[in-house]
């Protein structure tokens, strides 16, 4: 195979000639080919640096506002969001790390709203993301439009709220309720409307839709989740095409303080280049437990984009490469769901989600979304498949003996 350049391939996807994704993503962390240096950068600790002369002409002055290990990180990240437009026009993306995904979340509506601007959120997006809007944000003047739960019908909802707003806010899929909603005509109908658009990327990863690419002004992610996948530190990133938000974005950081870690950032560095790996396995392995839980008569509904029945199956296979690592599944009550829980041993009970390890949670536990008592959100992990059907299903066969006892 001939290789074009690094920053040419990085603006495709897969054509003869260049370089696929999977490359591009494993060899972005690589440093430049010094001999005798590292093949990585590490993490660089430092609050002041050395600031002789003009403070104009420094790389770096103070770790509040910049540091090396950020650059780096946001280098790759700005490489993984990069992309073409629809109009075949192709864009270089660049990328803002924060101490959390909130933090990330936090500094896009910071960024933009004002009060008496309105924003249109869609009542089933993360609930931390809408208590913020709804508690801190309308209490400082802004109007808050809700959609009621976003999904293949999106369209015709949001398009009457738009009229006026500043921002719309996106999330597809949504957690944990899994609704995929069609990014680029939402996009251009919020552009048409002169409203920015910001789309929560958490579940699918950079590598598996690229917001930026279906028209949206920014993608935000909770890197805490898959992009990172050990389970083991909190970060956040947003991305942007154009340099005026790019600039609110990195003033509101630098304000607000809410910074990452040069060991957090090189940690994430770390991670990047076994992403491809992970989500391939974690995808397949949440798409053949769809499929698993989908056929037994224990379980009420199965809500997992990959799978063809889901609603929004058509939308999210033209606009997701991958599928995600979360599968949502409804027992028929909340005994139920917590015997389930309780009886598997290959599922570990905690919030989050994207890790290497299999986790499972009933999330009406927690409050905030209006789901069923029965909900289980899962995130399958890069265990052997085999196992994890065989754990579920020695699990759900327990259950009529489970209740029984309860009663």
Request: proline share 5%; glycine share 8%; charged share 15%.
């Given at each position: 195979m001939r290789f074009v350049s690094f920053k040419a391939a990085r603006l495709g996807m897969d054509w003869e000639g260049g370089m696929r994704e999977s490359t591009r993503v494993v060899r972005s962390t690589l440093t430049p080919v010094v001999a005798g240096t590292s093949m990585s950068a590490g993490p660089v600790f430092a609050a002041p640096f050395h600031a002789p002369g003009d403070p104009a002409g420094l790389a770096y002055s103070y770790g509040r506002a910049h540091n090396p290990t950020w650059t780096e990180l946001e280098r790759v990240l700005g490489v993984m969001e990069s992309g073409v437009l629809a109009d075949g026009?192709?864009?270089?993306?660049?990328?803002?790390?924060?101490?959390?995904?909130?933090?990330?979340?936090?500094?896009?509506?910071?960024?933009?709203?004002?009060?008496?601007?309105?924003?249109?959120?869609?009542?089933?997006?993360?609930?931390?993301?809408?208590n913020l809007l709804g508690g801190y944000f309308t209490e400082m003047g802004v109007v808050v439009r809700t959609v009621p739960r976003m999904g293949?019908?999106?369209?015709?909802?949001?398009?009457?709220?738009?009229?006026?707003?500043?921002?719309?806010?996106?999330?597809?899929?949504?957690?944990?309720?899994m609704d995929v909603c069609d990014i680029a005509a939402l996009s251009a109908a919020a552009r048409a409307a002169g409203v920015l658009v910001a789309v929560d990327n958490t579940t699918p990863t950079a590598l598996g839709q690229r917001p930026l690419a279906l028209g949206a002004d920014f993608s935000i992610a909770s890197d805490t989740k898959s992009l990172s996948g050990q389970g083991d530190i909190l970060l956040g990133h947003v991305a942007v095409r154009d340099a005026e938000?790019?600039?609110?974005?990195?003033q509101w950081r630098n304000l607000t303080g809410g910074i990452l870690g040069?060991?957090?950032?090189?940690?994430?560095?770390?991670?990047?280049?076994?992403?491809?790996?992970?989500?391939?396995?974690?995808?397949?392995?949440?798409?053949?437990?769809?499929?698993?839980?989908?056929?037994?008569?224990?379980?009420?509904?199965v809500l997992y984009p990959g799978l063809k029945t889901h609603p929004g199956h058509t939308i999210a296979a033209r606009q997701m490469t991958y599928f995600g690592a979360v599968v949502s599944f409804e027992l028929k009550s909340q005994v139920a769901a917590e015997a389930f829980l309780a009886k598997a041993e290959l599922l570990?009970?905690?919030?989050?989600?994207?890790?290497?390890?299999?986790?499972?949670?009933?999330?009406?536990?927690?409050?905030?979304?209006?789901?069923?008592?029965?909900?289980?959100?899962?995130?399958?992990?890069?265990?052997?498949?085999?196992?994890?059907?065989?754990?579920?299903?020695?699990?759900?066969?327990?259950?009529?003996?489970?209740?029984?006892?309860?009663?």
């Open positions: 026009g192709a864009y270089d993306a660049q990328a803002v790390v924060f101490a959390s995904g909130m933090a990330a979340v936090t500094a896009v509506f910071g960024a933009v709203l004002r009060p008496g601007d309105v924003v249109v959120v869609p009542a089933n997006s993360y609930y931390t993301a809408r293949v019908n999106a369209l015709e909802q949001v398009t009457p709220l738009l009229e006026g707003a500043r921002l719309l806010w996106i999330e597809s899929p949504s957690n944990p309720t938000l790019l600039t609110k974005l990195m040069p060991m957090e950032a090189w940690l994430a560095l770390r991670s990047i280049p076994t992403l491809p790996l992970r989500l391939e396995k974690t995808c397949a392995n949440a798409l053949a437990i769809a499929e698993f839980l989908a056929g037994r008569s224990e379980v009420a509904q570990t009970e905690a919030t989050s989600f994207g890790g290497v390890t299999t986790t499972a949670e009933r999330r009406a536990k927690w409050g905030g979304d209006a789901v069923a008592g029965g909900l289980i959100r899962m995130s399958a992990g890069c265990e052997a498949v085999e196992d994890l059907i065989a754990d579920m299903a020695q699990a759900l066969n327990s259950l009529p003996q489970a209740l029984d006892g309860l009663r």
